[in-house]
Every structure is written in structure tokens, then in C-alpha cells.
């Protein structure tokens, strides 16, 4: 009989798929990167795994090159032609034409890194092509948008997740999680008997931030076991992403070890915290409202309270940087330590304002919303 260890979050709503950046600040750098249209000294390219090529195990290594253009991490970005790569794996999304790239969006990664690592591919043949945008995620235009084509071989030796795959749409809220770390001692870390002995941690949702030669902590949305399958109860409907890292019986992470992470969309009834881009309007009272910042964007994007009414805003900050809260007609504005939770009241008259991250660059990013008084 296999062993099945399982935790709780009935609260772990994670990321929506169908959040997306603020329009708004988007067509601004849309307009800005009209009148300056950055320019690549050479040709867009992805330049490994070659086209044809055969890759063996389930972390892919992506090589690429952008000559000419500066490319930062769109949280860190200062100006409209501080640029960052989308990796599309599979045509997981159809690029428009000024619009923003979707993010968090599944089989799409948003980075800086060179080269890009693409986590727990399955085994097959793949497509990824690279589109560069701006901070905002709009796709620049005039630049290639090169793709490569590579077939991914199981490689036997190698830490991963077998199941489900990425991108899968699974029946929640309870989610079984298969997994493989080939020649290992795998063993409860209470049971361990010696240094070798091992077991796995399931980071849900970005929830914890592994740091070499440091322990791995017991803390909301880390699962620390070594039962296979892990079982993940009470998954809200959504996008959630799933890291498996192996520790030691001290919980450190062992070096040199494949740390795949997996993103798989939950079924089930709807959420119940507002999809993006719609009003959450306070369950039409004063009740509180939730305003969650990740990297690098709120959800939600839009709130309505009623006027002259004090509202309590609870600002959980799921990323890992640190995130602001601010109205500035309101002469608001709250810091927001990552992985921390501040609350501020609201009582304004009838309009509209904007909130927004005031964090160098995380407003122009996308990091900025719309509330409505009435």
C-alpha cells in the first residue's frame, strides 16, 4: 500500500488564470514603446537546444540572445525599454498584438534569465519560441520571435515529478502528486537514521523561497514528507504551481539536485475571490476586501465599496520582493513586507481612484488597479 501524506490549505486559493496586467499601465508603455521602438543589433535568437535536437531530462536549459536590447526583470524595470523574454511553450498562448502576455499564464514563462530554464517538460516533442516585451508584457514590435523545436527524453537518473504533467487540468480539491528521485534513501525526516537519508518538500504556490545550506522551514504552503504520492488538499480552483526540492533529515536542500516545479489548473466550483479585471464589491457591504499583491501585479485589479463607509482592506503580499499599497487622493500608502499581511481602513467619498505599487518600477510593470466608490 503506498503511503499518502496530505495537508490542508481549504484557504489556498493561488493565482487565477484569468488575472492579467492592468490595461492601463500597459497602454501606456504601449504608447511609449511606439515613439521609441527599441532596436536589436542582431537578429533575435534562441541559440540552444538547436532545432532537431534531443534533450535528455525534464529541466530544459534555454539559451538566447537579444543583442542590443536591455533586458531586466520586469519587476526591476525603470524604463519602457527595460525588456524581459517570454518563452511560449507548446502555442500555450497566441501573441496579440498589443496586448500584455498573461502572467501568471501556463506554459508561458516571463524572465531575464540566460539562459531560461523550462521545468518538468514531459517527454515529447516541444515548441517554445521567445517573444520580447516590455515591462508592461506587451510584445515589442519589429523584433523576431524565433522558435525551436526539441524532443525531451526521460532521463532515469534524474529527480522530477511524473504526474500529473505540466499544465494538466486535474480534479481538485485534493491533488495526488507522483514523484521520482532515482537511487535515493527516501525516508520520513523523523526516521532518518542517517545524513543520506532523504525526503521531499512541496512548495505550493512560490509560498517559500529555497535558500542554499539553509533548512527548508515548516511553514503554511511547504509540505514537508516522504510519501509518494504527496497528496495537496483543499486546492482552490486555479493555476497553482507545485516545486519539489530534496532535503536532507535538517531539512537543507541537497545541492545539485534537479528542483522541477510544476503548474497544473485545478477543477472544481468557482472561487470565491473576484477574477481579475471584474469588480469584487464587498459582498455589497462593508465587509473587508483582500487585495493581494504578487510579482508583479494585484488581484484584484478592480474594487467597488460603498461611499462614506469604513472598509478594511486586508493586503497580503504573496511575492518575494516587497510590494506597496497606495492611494494617493486617500493619502494612502503601505508597505508590504513579502510574505507578510498589512491592513489599512478606507472611508472616501463617492469616485474613482487608483491604487498602485509604488516600489520603484512595479507600477509601470503593471502593478496598479482601479477603485470604485460609490
Same mark, same amino acid.
Given at each position: 500500500?503506498?503511503?499518502?501524506?496530505?495537508?490542508?490549505?481549504?484557504?489556498?486559493?493561488?493565482?487565477?488564470?484569468?488575472?492579467?496586467?492592468?490595461?492601463?499601465?500597459?497602454?501606456?508603455?504601449?504608447?511609449?514603446?511606439?515613439?521609441?521602438?527599441?532596436?536589436?543589433?542582431?537578429?533575435?535568437?534562441?541559440?540552444?537546444?538547436?532545432?532537431?535536437?534531443?534533450?535528455?531530462?525534464?529541466?530544459?536549459?534555454?539559451?538566447?540572445?537579444?543583442?542590443?536590447?536591455?533586458? +531586466?526583470?520586469?519587476?526591476?524595470?525603470?524604463?519602457?525599454?527595460?525588456? *524581459?523574454? *517570454?518563452?511560449?511553450?507548446?502555442?500555450?498562448?497566441?501573441?496579440?498584438?498589443?496586448?500584455?502576455?498573461?502572467?501568471?499564464?501556463?506554459?508561458?514563462?516571463?524572465?531575464?534569465?540566460?539562459?531560461?530554464?523550462?521545468?518538468?517538460?514531459?517527454?515529447?516533442?516541444?515548441?517554445?519560441?521567445?517573444?520580447?516585451?516590455? &515591462?508592461?508584457?506587451?510584445?515589442?514590435?519589429?523584433?523576431?520571435?524565433?522558435?525551436?523545436?526539441?524532443?525531451?527524453?526521460?532521463?532515469?537518473?534524474?529527480?522530477?515529478?511524473?504526474? &500529473?504533467?505540466?499544465?494538466?487540468?486535474?480534479?481538485?480539491?485534493? +491533488?495526488?502528486?507522483?514523484?521520482?528521485?532515482? !537511487?535515493?534513501?527516501?525516508?520520513?525526516?523523523?526516521?532518518?537514521?542517517?545524513?543520506?537519508?532523504?525526503?521531499?518538500?512541496?512548495?505550493?504556490?512560490?509560498?517559500?523561497?529555497?535558500?542554499?545550506?539553509?533548512?527548508?522551514?515548516?511553514?503554511?504552503?511547504?509540505?514537508?514528507?516522504?510519501?509518494?504520492?504527496?497528496?495537496?488538499?483543499?486546492?482552490?480552483?486555479?493555476? *497553482?504551481?507545485?516545486?519539489?526540492?530534496?532535503?536532507?533529515? !535538517? *531539512?537543507?536542500?541537497?545541492?545539485?539536485?534537479?528542483?522541477?516545479?510544476?503548474?497544473?489548473?485545478?477543477?472544481?466550483?468557482?472561487?470565491?475571490?473576484?477574477?481579475?479585471?471584474?469588480?469584487?464589491?464587498?459582498?455589497?457591504?462593508?465587509?473587508?476586501?483582500?487585495?493581494?499583491?504578487?510579482?508583479?501585479?494585484?488581484?484584484?485589479?478592480?474594487?467597488?465599496?460603498?461611499?462614506?463607509?469604513?472598509?478594511?482592506?486586508?493586503?497580503?503580499?504573496?511575492?518575494?520582493?516587497?510590494?506597496?499599497?497606495?492611494?494617493?487622493?486617500?493619502?494612502?500608502?503601505?508597505?508590504?513586507?513579502?510574505?507578510?499581511?498589512?491592513?489599512?481602513?478606507?472611508?472616501?467619498?463617492?469616485?474613482?481612484?487608483?491604487?498602485?505599487?509604488?516600489?520603484?518600477?512595479?507600477? &509601470?510593470?503593471?502593478?496598479? !488597479?482601479?477603485?470604485?466608490?460609490?
Amino acid at each position: 500500500m503506498r503511503a499518502r501524506s496530505s495537508v490542508r490549505y481549504s484557504h489556498w486559493s493561488g493565482p487565477s488564470l484569468a488575472i492579467a496586467l492592468s490595461l492601463t499601465a500597459s497602454a501606456a508603455f504601449g504608447q511609449a514603446a511606439a515613439q521609441s521602438t527599441p532596436e536589436a543589433t542582431g537578429p533575435i535568437a534562441i541559440t540552444a537546444p538547436a532545432e532537431g535536437d534531443t534533450v535528455v531530462g525534464r529541466q530544459v536549459a534555454i539559451g538566447w540572445e537579444a543583442p542590443g536590447l536591455t533586458i +531586466v526583470p520586469a519587476a526591476e524595470a525603470q524604463e519602457e525599454t527595460d525588456l *524581459h523574454a *517570454h518563452f511560449i511553450v507548446d502555442g500555450a498562448y497566441e501573441v496579440a498584438e498589443g496586448a500584455p502576455i498573461p502572467n501568471p499564464q501556463c506554459g508561458v514563462l516571463h524572465t531575464a534569465a540566460n539562459p531560461a530554464t523550462l521545468s518538468n517538460l514531459a517527454p515529447g516533442e516541444h515548441t517554445v519560441a521567445l517573444v520580447i516585451a516590455n &515591462p508592461g508584457h506587451i510584445p515589442v514590435e519589429g523584433l523576431e520571435r524565433p522558435t525551436v523545436t526539441f524532443t525531451v527524453e526521460e532521463d532515469p537518473d534524474a529527480v522530477r515529478i511524473t504526474s &500529473p504533467e505540466n499544465c494538466d487540468e486535474v480534479a481538485g480539491p485534493d +491533488v495526488e502528486i507522483a514523484w521520482d528521485a532515482p !537511487g535515493m534513501s527516501i525516508v520520513a525526516a523523523a526516521d532518518a537514521q542517517d545524513e543520506d537519508d532523504r525526503h521531499a518538500h512541496f512548495i505550493i504556490d512560490g509560498a517559500y523561497q529555497v535558500v542554499e545550506d539553509a533548512p527548508i522551514p515548516t511553514q503554511d504552503g511547504v509540505i514537508h514528507t516522504a510519501a509518494n504520492p504527496a497528496t495537496i488538499e483543499g486546492l482552490a480552483p486555479g493555476l *497553482h504551481t507545485i516545486q519539489l526540492v530534496i532535503a536532507n533529515p !535538517g *531539512h537543507v536542500p541537497v545541492p545539485d539536485l534537479a528542483r522541477p516545479t510544476l503548474t497544473i489548473l485545478a477543477a472544481g466550483e468557482e472561487a470565491a475571490t473576484p477574477v481579475a479585471g471584474t469588480p469584487a464589491a464587498a459582498a455589497q457591504s462593508a465587509d473587508a476586501v483582500e487585495v493581494v499583491s504578487y510579482d508583479i501585479y494585484f488581484e484584484p485589479e478592480e474594487i467597488a465599496i460603498p461611499a462614506d463607509t469604513d472598509v478594511t482592506f486586508v493586503l497580503p503580499n504573496e511575492g518575494v520582493t516587497l510590494h506597496n499599497f497606495s492611494i494617493d487622493d486617500l493619502g494612502i500608502d503601505v508597505d508590504i513586507d513579502a510574505g507578510a499581511t498589512q491592513e489599512v481602513v478606507v472611508n472616501a467619498p463617492a469616485g474613482t481612484y487608483e491604487y498602485y505599487c509604488n516600489v520603484p518600477g512595479h507600477k &509601470p510593470a503593471g502593478m496598479v !488597479g482601479t477603485l470604485t466608490v460609490e
